[in-house]
Nanobody, 120 residues
Protein backbone atom coordinates (compact mmCIF):
# COMPACT_ATOMS: atom_id res chain seq x y z
CA UNK A 1 0.00 0.00 0.00
CA UNK A 2 1.42 3.35 -1.06
CA UNK A 3 1.41 6.11 1.53
CA UNK A 4 2.75 9.64 1.40
CA UNK A 5 2.65 11.46 4.73
CA UNK A 6 3.59 15.12 4.98
CA UNK A 7 4.83 16.81 8.15
CA UNK A 8 6.62 19.97 9.19
CA UNK A 9 3.92 22.52 8.53
CA UNK A 10 3.06 25.24 11.01
CA UNK A 11 2.77 28.96 11.56
CA UNK A 12 5.75 31.20 10.99
CA UNK A 13 6.42 34.89 10.68
CA UNK A 14 7.24 36.31 7.28
CA UNK A 15 10.92 35.91 6.54
CA UNK A 16 11.11 32.70 8.51
CA UNK A 17 11.75 29.13 7.41
CA UNK A 18 10.05 25.76 7.51
CA UNK A 19 11.12 22.35 6.34
CA UNK A 20 8.45 20.01 5.07
CA UNK A 21 9.02 16.27 5.00
CA UNK A 22 7.18 13.68 2.95
CA UNK A 23 7.59 10.16 4.28
CA UNK A 24 6.96 7.61 1.57
CA UNK A 25 6.13 3.95 2.01
CA UNK A 26 5.31 1.24 -0.49
CA UNK A 27 6.83 3.30 -3.28
CA UNK A 28 10.24 3.88 -4.82
CA UNK A 29 11.21 7.51 -4.50
CA UNK A 30 14.33 7.01 -6.61
CA UNK A 31 12.53 6.06 -9.82
CA UNK A 32 9.50 8.31 -9.62
CA UNK A 33 8.72 11.96 -10.08
CA UNK A 34 8.16 13.52 -6.68
CA UNK A 35 6.47 16.89 -6.36
CA UNK A 36 5.25 19.43 -3.87
CA UNK A 37 2.02 21.27 -4.54
CA UNK A 38 0.13 23.85 -2.55
CA UNK A 39 -3.38 25.18 -2.39
CA UNK A 40 -4.25 28.50 -0.86
CA UNK A 41 -7.78 29.24 0.38
CA UNK A 42 -10.04 30.05 -2.55
CA UNK A 43 -7.35 29.29 -5.11
CA UNK A 44 -6.51 26.41 -7.38
CA UNK A 45 -3.85 23.91 -6.47
CA UNK A 46 -0.47 24.79 -7.96
CA UNK A 47 2.85 23.03 -8.43
CA UNK A 48 5.63 24.31 -6.20
CA UNK A 49 8.61 22.08 -6.95
CA UNK A 50 9.47 18.80 -8.59
CA UNK A 51 12.36 16.36 -8.75
CA UNK A 52 12.37 13.53 -11.25
CA UNK A 53 14.12 10.18 -11.40
CA UNK A 54 17.18 11.85 -12.95
CA UNK A 55 17.30 14.45 -10.17
CA UNK A 56 16.18 17.17 -12.54
CA UNK A 57 14.62 19.89 -10.41
CA UNK A 58 12.11 22.54 -11.30
CA UNK A 59 10.44 25.29 -9.30
CA UNK A 60 7.50 27.60 -9.69
CA UNK A 61 8.71 31.10 -10.47
CA UNK A 62 7.15 32.36 -7.25
CA UNK A 63 9.45 30.22 -5.07
CA UNK A 64 12.69 30.17 -7.06
CA UNK A 65 15.64 31.14 -4.90
CA UNK A 66 13.66 30.60 -1.70
CA UNK A 67 12.55 26.95 -1.74
CA UNK A 68 14.68 23.84 -2.17
CA UNK A 69 13.39 20.36 -2.96
CA UNK A 70 15.50 17.31 -2.19
CA UNK A 71 15.09 13.62 -1.63
CA UNK A 72 16.66 10.83 0.35
CA UNK A 73 15.86 7.83 -1.81
CA UNK A 74 17.36 5.30 0.59
CA UNK A 75 15.21 6.48 3.49
CA UNK A 76 12.26 7.37 1.26
CA UNK A 77 11.91 10.97 2.25
CA UNK A 78 11.24 14.01 0.12
CA UNK A 79 11.91 17.43 1.58
CA UNK A 80 10.91 20.99 0.86
CA UNK A 81 13.09 23.58 2.55
CA UNK A 82 11.24 26.88 2.55
CA UNK A 83 13.18 30.04 3.37
CA UNK A 84 12.27 33.73 3.27
CA UNK A 85 8.63 32.81 3.59
CA UNK A 86 5.99 35.28 2.54
CA UNK A 87 2.31 35.55 3.51
CA UNK A 88 1.40 34.48 -0.03
CA UNK A 89 3.10 31.14 0.65
CA UNK A 90 0.27 30.29 3.03
CA UNK A 91 -1.66 27.19 2.07
CA UNK A 92 -1.92 23.45 2.35
CA UNK A 93 1.13 21.70 0.96
CA UNK A 94 0.85 18.29 -0.65
CA UNK A 95 3.45 15.73 -1.60
CA UNK A 96 2.80 13.62 -4.70
CA UNK A 97 4.42 10.69 -6.41
CA UNK A 98 4.60 9.32 -9.91
CA UNK A 99 3.21 8.08 -12.15
CA UNK A 100 6.63 7.70 -13.73
CA UNK A 101 10.15 9.00 -13.50
CA UNK A 102 9.29 12.03 -15.58
CA UNK A 103 7.24 14.92 -14.22
CA UNK A 104 5.19 15.52 -17.34
CA UNK A 105 1.89 13.86 -16.39
CA UNK A 106 -0.49 14.31 -13.44
CA UNK A 107 0.59 12.65 -10.18
CA UNK A 108 -0.50 9.16 -9.27
CA UNK A 109 -0.42 9.39 -5.47
CA UNK A 110 -1.19 12.23 -3.08
CA UNK A 111 -0.50 12.81 0.56
CA UNK A 112 -3.07 14.29 2.91
CA UNK A 113 -1.36 17.67 3.12
CA UNK A 114 0.21 19.83 5.79
CA UNK A 115 -0.82 23.39 6.60
CA UNK A 116 1.61 26.29 6.29
CA UNK A 117 0.61 29.69 7.57
CA UNK A 118 2.87 32.71 7.13
CA UNK A 119 1.86 35.84 9.03
CA UNK A 120 3.23 39.34 8.59
Amino acid sequence: QVQLVESGGGSVQAGGSLRLTCAVSGYRVSVNCMRWWRQAPGKEREIVASIDAFDTIDYADSVKGRFTISKDSARKYVYLQMDSLKPEDTGTYFCTGGPSGMCNTPPEYWGQGTQVTVFS
